[in-house]
């Protein structure tokens, strides 16, 4: 089986712009998660969906928003970005939200 | 508060060694619990999962639980230096009281150096 892909793998952007970012789940697996890592905080839990609904979130600010398609395969977007935003985005899928694989990760920097 | 608190480490042991990595939770009715190693710069690897009081094996790594305690650890028999990784555990906790919705929350880490 393939794993969690990610997309793209490394961005650079400038504040005030916006980005996307991809995530392709295990094939069968319904749910996604998304995760941001920064070496001072670690992994920090931005939100979860499940059957393309969100079922958890974290305190993040709601620049940070997401979705999920019929397909699993799930997008974040963070706007107006800022300095701090700088991190690896992680993606992680599972079955049904327990057992959770992670993807390779997106590195985001923001100049 | 949800907290998964692990040793901050470093933690730093000659090859061929037992590492021994520990992690508290704060909520008591967790039922999953979950290792992940992570190398610098790469993303988080699951290695182990464990759901009943105990240990559980598997290879060099055992995994020990005790929810008695609200207690899991990690250990790492004849450790190697292709160990020398961020050890991250996880535990599946509810997200409200009364609630069944859980989520994973994540231990900070213990980093670990294997030195030959």
């Known amino acids: 089986k393939a794993g969690v892909t990610q997309t793209p793998r490394y961005l650079i952007k400038t504040r005030g712009q916006q980005v996307t970012l991809s995530c392709s789940p295990i094939?069968?697996?319904?749910?996604v998660s998304w995760y941001q890592q920064t070496p001072g905080q670690g992994l920090q839990f931005l939100f979860e969906?499940?059957?393309?609904?969100?079922?958890n979130k974290g305190n993040f600010p709601g620049r940070f928003s997401g979705r999920q398609f019929s397909n699993s395969r799930s997008e974040m977007n963070v706007s107006t970005l800022e300095l701090g935003d700088s991190a690896l985005y992680l993606c992680?899928?599972?079955?049904?939200?327990?057992?959770?694989?992670f993807g390779p990760g997106t590195r985001l920097l923001v100049l | 508060q949800k907290e998964v608190e692990q040793n901050s480490g470093p933690l730093s042991v000659p090859e061929g060694a037992i590492a021994s990595l520990n992690c508290t939770y704060s909520d008591r009715g967790s039922q999953s619990f979950f290792w992940y190693r992570q190398y610098s710069g790469k993303s988080p690897e699951l290695i182990m999962s464990?759901?009943?009081?105990g240990d559980k094996e598997d290879g060099r790594f055992t995994a020990q639980l005790n929810k008695a305690s609200q207690y899991v650890s990690l250990l790492i028999r004849d450790s190697q230096p292709s160990d020398s990784a961020t050890y991250l555990c996880a535990v599946n906790m509810k997200v409200d009281r009364g609630s069944t919705l859980g989520r994973l929350y994540f231990g900070r880490g213990t980093q670990l150096t294997v030195w030959p």
């Open positions: 094939s069968g697996h319904r749910s």
């Open positions: 992680a899928s599972s079955w049904v939200g327990e057992t959770q694989y």
């Open positions: 969906y499940f059957s393309e609904t969100q079922r």
């Open positions: 464990i759901y009943s009081n």
